[in-house]
């Protein structure tokens, strides 16, 4: 059966199994490249966008759970509430390298200050966990996210 | 910003017939090409530069950009005597083409060694003083000026006269038709005169990589691509037993299953369906003759062989006497585990096999192996093999290797129409090509002064040089095994040192970021901490007393110990360790500050470097590769450890093979040396600094020396 999606503002009919997982789907069926795939089991956050503004790894959500939501990916994060904030931190501060854990970094980051506004190196260490950056960013990024709730 | 990363080109024939779209335009090369060859809008050997009529000027990047921002660094090297803004550029990927983009220093068009400024320094800037030389003269022909009395401004040729000026888009079509000045008459600029060079200039790559639309390899996908996932038999040399076919292609979006020597792989509409279907496969396994190869086997073979002689690296002064003759001996054995990369972008390679050629979209470090590769599983001819190489989202030096793009080839040869092969993570980690084991044998010996007299090191491991350029294996020594152990920075009077390659069952290995030097300094530096340590003396000054004729590498200890707050006294649990190196052309020294737990968890709360890596480039993307590099050895040196046991690796993901994440991240400083000397490496320098620098200080807190990795906590638990 068809399910349906609504993805950055726009519906979506996807004729795929339920239980196939959302990065699939936006990916590969969609051809939306943004979100990333890492790790497959939750772990890296490469995968994140937001359901409902919640931080979520699509890696392991399955599209059935979703016919009610409003998913964003990192195409769209310019248009919420600090998405071109953080954008151009992440340019001023020069945050990236290889990139490819950035989109999730990103997305993690989002719904980060759309919870907390000013967060502290604590709030951003427990919001950031989960997205791993291979190449060592961190320091960066922990710099532009304060740079962009400043 | 204009600045854009554009699409790979897809071969020679677009490449001349987009040229010739723009309506002509200067191409510039390096060495002897004849003039028609560039007067006409054809391609030309070792083109760096094109500019258009409308003035777009396209940089054609000869390294791969991997997240080292090599893309924007080779870039200022152009931009800087071609006289152009960089934020007017356009930056595009090299096809493969050796003759046109071979590495200078490795032969082959590869990235990797830390060599990218260190190989182009000089031909990229010439590229770009050469097309500025011509854009000049042809701007003195048309105004019938003397080319001397022209200047250039970003863009422009400035007119003797102060006013009349001509964009470079305008002077194109009569500089192509000048003859290409020979390369040892182009004046380069004095470092005093640069503008651009050794300036924290603002990476070209970033925006994309902040809203998704930097295309890497995986993100590929010619019209008609069905996507793969892939079982790789989890023994090195097993093969496919029995694949539950009918089960596979039950699965809604599944289309085909598709079975080579040493793996299944289902193809399907999306990965969803393609990985619902090799779990539906049921794959079983004929192992093969690796099958019950265990970690144990291994260490005992590295035991037992270490202990004979290896190929003499380096030998001067009587070692032996010394070692007989010396106040304290010490005689260590150092352990090294097998490594994985874990770059985020796990391995991926799409394939399009059609009638007369083959097509690949891809982000490798090695185009050249890429090619050959490819060429050997089709038996294609290499000029109808076309690469579109990407951005790699990570590289660390497992893409050097080229396994992924022959697996993707083997499945692409069974199907029809454009297949694009992604492995899990797990595939990923358990089908790599591995750092390799090292088992060190390490003996030293120090006269009364506490001086070292004596210094024995026997590196015993796989080699990587004796599978991929036997011819480069000197007297059993490979040289990639030796580097950073052969020459330590310091002064001993007496060193022999030994290369013994023992090469383990079952396991593949190769590359990792710090290739040679990411163990040996490991090794020298934490040995050079434990005669310190027998000879009563401060880490610091003892390493400087060893350096009093090496300046450089002195004047970095110096440097990173100052601003590292060196000899303050620090709380209980807490120590500051100190590592210095000459690698990949860089002198570095870095203080690491960790604090030891009670039941032994290490955590490293700050890192300072100093760093003398020549002339700079851009000064903001050292300090990231300081920053970056640390955090990627550092991981390594606290978890990183792949084992086997029944010929398979035991960690499959990032819950068992640990990355290191936001909150146990150190600050990094970095503090660069202003010189004049040539250009290092900086991509691998941290990563290997930090190994030591970090268990020295771990030997400061708790009195505990780790000589083997990674690190244990166990036996780091206060008595």
Same mark, same amino acid.
């Given at each position: =059966?068809?399910?349906?999606?609504? &993805?950055?503002?726009?519906?979506?009919?996807?004729?795929?199994?339920?239980?196939?997982?959302?990065?699939?789907?936006?990916?590969?069926?969609?051809? =939306?490249?943004?979100?990333?795939?890492?790790?497959?089991?939750?772990?890296?956050?490469?995968?994140?966008?937001?359901?409902?503004?919640?931080?979520?790894?699509?890696?392991?959500?399955?599209?059935?759970?979703?016919?009610?939501?409003? &998913?964003?990916?990192?195409?769209?994060?310019?248009?919420?509430?600090?998405?071109?904030?953080?954008?151009?931190?992440?340019?001023?501060?020069?945050?990236?390298?290889?990139?490819?854990?950035?989109?999730?970094?990103? =997305?993690?980051?989002?719904?980060?200050?759309?919870?907390?506004?000013?967060?502290?190196?604590?709030? &951003?260490?427990?919001? =950031?966990?989960?997205?791993?950056?291979?190449?060592?960013?961190?320091?960066? &990024?922990?710099?532009?996210?304060?740079?962009?709730?400043? | 910003?204009?600045?854009?990363?554009?699409?790979?080109?897809?071969?020679?024939?677009?490449?001349?017939?987009?040229?010739?779209?723009?309506?002509?335009?200067?191409?510039?090369?390096?060495?002897?090409?004849?003039?028609?060859?560039?007067?006409?809008?054809?391609?030309?050997?070792?083109?760096?530069?094109?500019?258009?009529?409308?003035?777009?000027?396209?940089?054609?990047?000869?390294?791969?950009?991997?997240?080292?921002?090599?893309? +924007?660094?080779?870039?200022?090297?152009?931009?800087?005597?071609?006289?152009?803004?960089?934020?007017? #550029?356009?930056?595009?990927?090299?096809?493969?083409?050796?003759?046109?983009?071979?590495?200078?220093?490795?032969?082959?068009?590869?990235?990797?060694?830390?060599?990218?400024?260190?190989?182009?320094?000089?031909?990229?800037?010439?590229?770009?003083?050469?097309?500025?030389?011509?854009?000049?003269?042809?701007?003195?022909?048309?105004?019938?000026?003397?080319?001397?009395?022209?200047?250039?401004?970003?863009?422009?040729?400035?007119?003797?006269?102060?006013?009349?000026?001509?964009?470079?888009?305008?002077?194109?079509?009569?500089?192509?038709?000048?003859?290409?000045?020979?390369?040892?008459?182009?004046?380069?600029?004095?470092?005093?005169?640069?503008?651009?060079?050794?300036?924290?200039?603002?990476?070209?790559? +970033?925006?994309?990589?902040?809203?998704?639309?930097?295309?890497?390899?995986?993100?590929?996908?010619?019209?008609?691509?069905?996507?793969?996932?892939?079982?790789?038999?989890? #023994?090195?040399?097993?093969?496919?037993?029995?694949?539950?076919?009918?089960?596979?292609?039950?699965?809604?979006?599944?289309?085909?299953?598709?079975?080579?020597?040493?793996?299944?792989?289902?193809?399907?509409?999306?990965?969803?369906?393609?990985?619902?279907?090799?779990?539906?496969?049921?794959?079983?396994?004929?192992?093969?003759?690796?099958?019950?190869?265990?970690?144990?086997?291994?260490?005992?073979?590295?035991?037992?062989?270490?202990?004979?002689?290896?190929?003499?690296?380096?030998?001067?002064?009587?070692?032996?006497?010394?070692?007989?003759?010396?106040?304290?001996?010490?005689?260590?054995?150092?352990?090294?585990?097998?490594?994985?990369?874990?770059?985020?972008?796990?391995?991926?390679?799409?394939?399009?096999?059609?009638?007369?050629?083959?097509?690949?979209?891809?982000? +490798?470090?090695?185009?050249?192996?890429?090619?050959?590769?490819?060429?050997?599983?089709?038996?294609?001819?290499?000029?109808?093999?076309?690469?579109?190489?990407?951005?790699?989202?990570?590289?660390?030096?497992?893409?050097?290797?080229?396994?992924?793009?022959?697996?993707?080839?083997?499945?692409?040869?069974?199907?029809?129409?454009?297949?694009?092969?992604?492995?899990?993570?797990?595939?990923?980690?358990?089908?790599?090509?591995?750092?390799?084991?090292?088992?060190?044998?390490?003996?030293?010996?120090?006269?009364?002064?506490?001086?070292?007299?004596?210094?024995?090191?026997?590196?015993?491991?796989?080699?990587?040089?004796?599978?991929?350029?036997?011819?480069?294996?000197?007297?059993?020594?490979?040289?990639?095994?030796?580097?950073?152990?052969?020459?330590?920075?310091?002064?001993?009077?007496?060193?022999?040192?030994?290369?013994?390659?023992?090469?383990?069952?079952?396991?593949?290995?190769?590359?990792?970021?710090?290739?040679?030097?990411?163990?040996?300094?490991?090794?020298?530096?934490?040995?050079?901490?434990?005669?310190?340590?027998?000879?009563?003396?401060?880490? #610091?000054?003892?390493?400087?007393?060893?350096?009093?004729?090496?300046?450089?590498?002195?004047?970095?200890?110096?440097?990173?110990?100052?601003?590292?707050?060196?000899?303050?006294?620090?709380?209980?649990?807490?120590?500051?360790?100190?590592?210095?190196?000459?690698?990949?052309?860089?002198?570095?020294?870095?203080?690491?500050?960790?604090?030891?737990?009670?039941?032994?968890?290490?955590?490293?709360?700050?890192?300072?470097?100093?760093?003398?890596?020549?002339?700079?480039?851009?000064?903001?993307?050292?300090?990231?590769?300081?920053?970056?590099?640390?955090?990627?050895?550092?991981?390594?040196?606290?978890?990183?450890?792949?084992?086997?046991?029944?010929?398979?690796?035991?960690?499959?993901?990032?819950?068992?093979?640990?990355?290191?994440?936001?909150?146990?991240?150190?600050?990094?400083?970095?503090?660069?040396?202003?010189?004049?000397?040539?250009?290092?490496?900086?991509?691998?320098?941290?990563?290997?600094?930090?190994?030591?620098?970090?268990?020295?200080?771990?030997?400061?807190?708790?009195?505990?020396?780790?000589?083997?990795?990674?690190?244990?906590?166990?036996?780091?638990?206060?008595?």
């Amino acid at each position: =059966m068809a399910f349906k999606l609504q &993805i950055n503002g726009q519906p979506h009919s996807i004729d795929a199994d339920g239980d196939t997982p959302l990065l699939w789907v936006i990916r590969d069926v969609l051809g =939306m490249t943004g979100t990333k795939f890492g790790c497959g089991q939750a772990l890296c956050g490469a995968c994140t966008v937001h359901v409902d503004g919640v931080a979520t790894r699509s890696c392991v959500t399955p599209i059935d759970s979703l016919s009610e939501s409003q &998913i964003t990916t990192i195409e769209a994060l310019e248009t919420l509430a600090h998405g071109k904030a953080l954008q151009d931190a992440w340019i001023e501060l020069d945050v990236p390298q290889c990139g490819y854990c950035q989109s999730g970094q990103l =997305m993690s980051a989002a719904a980060l200050l759309s919870d907390i506004e000013q967060p502290t190196d604590e709030d &951003i260490d427990s919001a =950031m966990s989960g997205n791993v950056c291979r190449c060592g960013t961190y320091q960066r &990024i922990r710099a532009a996210i304060k740079l962009a709730s400043a | 910003m204009s600045t854009k990363i554009a699409a790979p080109r897809l071969n020679r024939r677009n490449f001349l017939k987009a040229s010739a779209a723009l309506g002509g335009g200067l191409i510039v090369s390096l060495g002897s090409v004849p003039t028609a060859t560039l007067a006409a809008t054809e391609f030309a050997p070792n083109a760096f530069i094109r500019i258009d009529r409308r003035g777009l000027v396209t940089l054609v990047m000869p390294q791969v950009e991997m997240g080292q921002g090599i893309y +924007t660094a080779q870039a200022m090297l152009i931009a800087e005597e071609l006289d152009v803004s960089l934020e007017e #550029v356009r930056i595009e990927h090299a096809p493969v083409n050796e003759a046109l983009y071979g590495h200078p220093m490795l032969g082959r068009q590869m990235t990797g060694g830390s060599t990218s400024i260190r190989a182009f320094w000089t031909p990229l800037r010439t590229a770009g003083a050469t097309a500025r030389t011509l854009l000049m003269q042809a701007a003195a022909k048309e105004w019938n000026v003397d080319v001397a009395s022209c200047r250039t401004e970003q863009g422009f040729v400035v007119n003797p006269d102060g006013r009349t000026r001509r964009a470079y888009g305008e002077l194109v079509d009569i500089a192509a038709s000048l003859p290409i000045p020979p390369a040892e008459s182009i004046a380069l600029k004095q470092p005093s005169e640069f503008t651009l060079l050794g300036t924290s200039a603002k990476r070209l790559d +970033t925006r994309g990589k902040t809203n998704g639309s930097l295309k890497y390899g995986i993100d590929a996908s010619p019209p008609g691509t069905k996507i793969a996932a892939i079982a790789i038999s989890p #023994v090195l040399g097993g093969k496919p037993k029995s694949v539950n076919e009918p089960a596979a292609l039950a699965i809604k979006g599944v289309r085909q299953v598709v079975i080579t020597d040493d793996s299944v792989a289902v193809v399907a509409d999306h990965t969803g369906a393609a990985k619902k279907g090799l779990e539906a496969a049921a794959i079983e396994w004929e192992d093969g003759p690796n099958g019950s190869m265990s970690q144990a086997d291994i260490l005992q073979q590295l035991e037992e062989q270490s202990q004979s002689a290896g190929g003499v690296a380096r030998s001067e002064g009587d070692v032996s006497a010394a070692l007989q003759s010396a106040a304290i001996r010490i005689d260590a054995v150092y352990q090294l585990p097998f490594l994985s990369h874990t770059a985020m972008e796990p391995m991926n390679c799409t394939v399009h096999i059609g009638e007369n050629g083959c097509e690949l979209w891809v982000g +490798t470090q090695n185009l050249s192996s890429a090619k050959q590769a490819t060429a050997t599983v089709t038996g294609l001819p290499p000029e109808n093999i076309i690469i579109n190489n990407h951005i790699v989202g990570g590289g660390f030096g497992r893409r050097l290797e080229a396994d992924g793009i022959a697996h993707a080839v083997k499945v692409a040869m069974q199907v029809k129409g454009p297949v694009k092969v992604i492995w899990s993570r797990e595939e990923d980690i358990q089908h790599g090509y591995y750092r390799p084991y090292y088992y060190d044998r390490i003996s030293g010996g120090i006269d009364t002064d506490g001086n070292p007299i004596a210094w024995s090191h026997r590196v015993a491991g796989s080699s990587i040089f004796a599978r991929i350029a036997p011819a480069a294996m000197q007297n059993g020594v490979d040289p990639d095994g030796v580097e950073g152990a052969a020459h330590p920075p310091y002064k001993l009077p007496a060193i022999h040192v030994e290369f013994k390659q023992v090469e383990p069952q079952g396991v593949l290995t190769s590359w990792w970021r710090g290739v040679g030097p990411s163990h040996n300094i490991f090794v020298v530096e934490s040995f050079i901490d434990e005669l310190a340590a027998a000879a009563k003396s401060d880490p #610091v000054e003892y390493r400087k007393r060893l350096l009093a004729e090496n300046p450089r590498a002195l004047a970095v200890l110096e440097l990173a110990a100052e601003k590292a707050g060196w000899g303050e006294a620090l709380p209980q649990g807490r120590g500051r360790g100190v590592a210095v190196q000459l690698a990949f052309g860089t002198y570095l020294a870095m203080v690491a500050d960790v604090s030891v737990a009670e039941d032994g968890t290490v955590r490293v709360t700050r890192i300072v470097t100093a760093v003398d890596c020549g002339m700079t480039v851009n000064p903001d993307t050292i300090a990231a590769q300081m920053e970056g590099g640390a955090l990627y050895g550092l991981t390594a040196a606290l978890y990183g450890a792949i084992t086997f046991k029944d010929g398979r690796v035991e960690q499959s993901n990032f819950d068992n093979y640990l990355p290191l994440r936001i909150e146990e991240a150190p600050h990094v400083e970095t503090h660069i040396v202003r010189s004049a000397e040539a250009p290092g490496g900086i991509g691998e320098a941290s990563t290997t600094a930090v190994f030591p620098a970090v268990t020295n200080a771990i030997f400061a807190a708790t009195g505990k020396r780790v000589r083997t990795l990674p690190i244990n906590p166990e036996e780091l638990k206060a008595q």
